[in-house]
């Protein structure tokens, strides 16, 4: 399943032209807390990139819930990974799929959201991150100075108190212009 494909067929509903990189998601799952998860959330998975990095760290017998509005990212998604439970829909409605998390990672394109749907999925997220849970985000370097983005830092301050930053991880797409080797 390309995500080149989907963006291109449905770009409001895809957020990101190529896949993220290996290197991003283990950057990203490494230091927030699933080796000691008993149920991990992942918004937006797309084609997996994510989902297979947290895979590799999830402890036996700990869920991984994985919330895609892509139908045809979530059907390839199910069928290569059939221990993930796959939920077809979107994050606006979270908490009526998942009672609760020790970890919520998204790969939701956050600052093409309007404030209205960014504020939504935050609630929901907020409903069902357990208390001591991490929630882990990505977003573009270049992308920080746009409204949305701002906006979406300042509600992510106001609903945890702590937000915090990781290094960037600059190969994080994947298109021929900037492969990565396994």
Same mark, same amino acid.
């Given at each position: 399943?390309?995500?080149?494909?989907?963006?291109?067929?449905?770009?409001?509903?895809? %957020?990101?032209?190529?896949?993220?990189?290996?290197?991003?998601?283990? !950057?990203?799952?490494?230091?927030?807390?699933?080796? =000691?998860?008993?149920?991990?959330?992942?918004?937006?998975? %797309?084609?997996?990139?994510?989902?297979?990095?947290?895979?590799?760290?999830?402890?036996?017998?700990? =869920?991984?819930?994985?919330?895609?509005?892509?139908?045809?990212?979530?059907?390839?998604?199910?069928?290569?990974?059939?221990?993930?439970?796959?939920?077809?829909?979107?994050?606006?409605?979270?908490? =009526?799929? #998942?009672?609760?998390?020790?970890?919520?990672?998204?790969?939701?394109? +956050?600052?093409?959201?309007?404030?209205? =749907?960014?504020?939504?999925?935050?609630?929901?997220?907020?409903?069902?991150?357990?208390?001591?849970?991490?929630?882990?985000?990505?977003?573009?370097?270049?992308? !920080? +100075?746009?409204?949305?983005?701002?906006?979406?830092?300042?509600?992510?301050?106001?609903?945890? %108190?702590? #937000? %915090?930053?990781?290094?960037? #991880? +600059?190969?994080?797409?994947?298109?021929?212009?900037?492969?990565?080797?396994?």
């Amino acid at each position: 399943m390309s995500i080149t494909r989907e963006f291109l067929r449905a770009p409001a509903h895809t %957020g990101a032209i190529a896949a993220s990189s290996r290197r991003l998601a283990a !950057a990203m799952v490494a230091a927030i807390g699933v080796e =000691r998860a008993a149920h991990v959330v992942e918004l937006g998975p %797309g084609t997996g990139v994510f989902t297979e990095a947290l895979l590799a760290r999830l402890r036996p017998g700990a =869920r991984l819930t994985a919330v895609e509005v892509n139908p045809r990212l979530a059907d390839a998604l199910a069928r290569r990974h059939e221990g993930v439970e796959v939920i077809t829909g979107s994050a606006e409605h979270l908490a =009526r799929h #998942v009672r609760t998390a020790d970890v919520v990672v998204s790969g939701l394109p +956050w600052a093409l959201f309007p404030r209205a =749907r960014q504020e939504r999925v935050l609630d929901q997220v907020g409903e069902v991150v357990a208390p001591g849970g991490r929630f882990a985000t990505s977003a573009y370097p270049h992308a !920080a +100075w746009l409204p949305a983005a701002r906006r979406f830092e300042a509600a992510l301050a106001r609903r945890f %108190g702590f #937000v %915090g930053r990781s290094r960037v #991880v +600059w190969a994080t797409c994947r298109p021929p212009a900037c492969t990565e080797r396994p």
